[in-house]
């Protein structure tokens, strides 16, 4: 089995930040991209970010500038640095890992359970 493990949300003033964290553990063979998905209220999941085994990484349009996201392989985890955080943010933020399992022939995707994020005006 595969457990994603996520950590950093919470309540935060405008134009302030937080950090998301996301570890993965089990019998993982290799990850291959990982990203950080979000849902506000009343709205679909959709991409923030994703950065690649290679390092290269795509933003949400809303998100470029204000947001980065980073990898330690080596911790198999992924990180995710917001500021200047606004209400628009305001979401529940889901990991998500591209990865193969350990006898396992294709890759397939892992979700968190999701971490609420609450930006406050």
């Known amino acids: 089995q595969v457990t994603l493990v996520e950590s950093g949300g919470g309540l935060v003033q405008a134009g302030g930040s937080l950090r998301l964290s996301c570890a993965a553990s089990?019998?993982?063979?290799?990850?291959?991209?990982m990203a950080w998905y979000r849902q506000p209220p009343g709205k679909q999941r959709d991409l923030v970010a994703a950065?690649?085994?290679?390092?290269?990484?795509n933003y949400a349009d809303s998100v470029k500038g204000r947001f980065t996201i980073s990898r330690d392989d080596a911790k198999n985890a992924v990180y995710l640095q917001m500021n200047s955080l606004q209400p628009d943010d305001t979401a529940v933020y889901y990991c998500?890992?591209?990865?193969?399992?350990?006898?396992?022939?294709?890759?397939?995707?892992?979700w968190g359970k999701g971490t609420l994020v609450t930006v406050s005006s």
């Open positions: 998500n890992v591209n990865m193969n399992r350990v006898a396992a022939f294709a890759a397939r995707d892992y």
């Open positions: 950065i690649t085994s290679g390092g290269s990484t």
């Open positions: 089990g019998s993982i063979f290799r990850i291959n991209t």
